[in-house]
């Protein structure tokens, strides 16, 4: 009855490989959920490469859900070097909550590999794909088994986005980026979906500091991530989607007053893998 969870990005807004921030990772969004005997992945930024490497090494997975926060460039890039597209045999789901009204995320998916931006296209690849659009807020009836529960909200970014989350065996964990909160006002969304979870991960990309010359950039600080997790009885709170500007040393720094904040903060790292617990 474990909820597994693996991180294989965890930057934000571009790719950093550089050595200055190895420890707490470069690769663009994407995190791998088990649960139930089922996998779901959020997000194809950069970090999906890596993860479908691990994936072509496990042929008894067959399918599998790719649900999208959103489809700004840093979320869904990794996608044409995701190894297990090309291989017959394979289906994936892919499915995202903010499309329906604007052509819909098979169209998005295209248009990045088509030429002259990206030489090889969609067409190319051998696997099943099926592309399904919702609307944020909707629950998602996905798990073959109905065993794992899948709630969806809006978010507060840029063309719009979704967060997730997961219930399963009594546990639970949450997906919250990209969004940014509007000062001394807390989004009721948010507040909704993450109630009483085991596990928030969100969007931290700025401290307070820095938030303050970055309004209208969609994005929000562990500050305030705490302060939701607190506010609806969150056990542990995930910081993510860190700015490529914040390199080891001052992701160390944010992971120290966060402890020292809130017991129940910590930093995300890239290739972290944990239960939820």
Not at 94 to 114: P, S, T
Not at 159 to 173: E, W
Not at 197 to 216: Q, R
């Given at each position: ?19 200055t921030?190895l420890?707490?990772?470069?690769n663009?969004?994407?995190i791998?959920?088990?649960a ?13 490469r890596?993860?479908g ?6 042929q ?14 840093d979320?869904?890039?990794?996608f ?32 990045q590999?088509e ?19 919702f609307r944020?807020?909707e ?5 073959k ?11 507060n ?12 065996g ?18 009721e ?8 979870a ?7 990309t700025?401290?307070?500091e ?8 969609g ?7 705490m ?12 910081i993510?989607?860190h ?17 020292l ?11 972290m893998?944990f239960?939820?617990?």
């Amino acid at each position: 009855m474990e909820m597994r969870v693996k991180i294989w990005g965890c930057r934000g807004s571009i790719a950093m490989p550089v050595a200055t921030h190895l420890r707490y990772g470069g690769n663009t969004t994407c995190i791998e959920v088990e649960a139930g005997g089922e996998t779901f992945i959020l997000d194809g930024g950069t970090g999906i490469r890596n993860l479908g490497l691990e994936m072509v090494k496990h042929q008894e997975l067959e399918h599998c859900h790719i649900l999208l926060t959103h489809t700004h460039w840093d979320h869904i890039n990794g996608f044409p070097f995701f190894t297990p597209a090309y291989i017959p045999g394979r289906k994936f789901s892919i499915m995202a909550g903010h499309l329906k009204d604007a052509g819909g995320i098979e169209k998005v998916f295209n248009a990045q590999m088509e030429q002259p931006v990206f030489p090889v296209p969609m067409g190319a690849m051998q696997s099943n794909l099926e592309f399904t659009d919702f609307r944020a807020g909707e629950d998602l009836d996905i798990s073959k088994s109905s065993k794992v529960k899948v709630t969806t909200a809006a978010l507060n970014h840029p063309n719009d986005a979704t967060g997730y989350r997961f219930d399963y065996g009594g546990k639970s964990m949450c997906l919250i980026t990209d969004t940014e909160h509007i000062p001394g006002k807390p989004d009721e969304n948010i507040l909704k979906l993450i109630e009483g979870a085991d596990l928030v991960i969100y969007d931290s990309t700025y401290t307070e500091e820095e938030f303050t010359t970055k309004i209208g950039w969609g994005h929000s600080t562990w500050e305030e991530g705490m302060k939701l997790c607190k506010m609806a009885g969150v056990k542990r709170l995930g910081i993510f989607h860190h700015d490529p500007e914040h390199d080891d040393d001052f992701m160390d720094k944010i992971a120290e007053e966060a402890a020292l904040a809130w017991d129940g903060a910590f930093v995300i790292q890239e290739k972290m893998e944990f239960n939820v617990e």
